[in-house]
């Protein structure tokens, strides 16, 4: 079996205490013209973060007035939900179909 070389894509976000903190991105998504990023916090460790019980933290893209890009909190309940289970589906479907690809292998 071919062993397959996988970098994770990092992201590295300040929160609002200015607080540094490493996010593996695990997909985008355009929905109605917005962008949104799912993201998981990093672990160097793929086995322990495994063993975490870990969280999706859905993001949404904007730019400031001078263009400058950033991602922020989606504040609306009904639009968090609504991408957050987008998210949710598009990873289970993804998660599905690599299983389903290791098992024929």
Known sequence: ???M????EIFTLTDEEGVEHEFELMDVMEVDGNTYYALVPYS???E???EEDTELVILKAGADDDGVDFLTTIDNDEEYDRIGN???DRISQMLEEDF??????
């Open 1 to 3: 079996m071919e062993e």
């Open 5 to 8: 070389d996988f970098n994770p």
């Open 44 to 46: 160097e460790d793929p």
């Open 48 to 50: 322990a973060a495994l």
């Open 86 to 88: 987008m998210f949710i």
């Open 100 to 105: 389903e690809e290791e098992e024929e292998a």
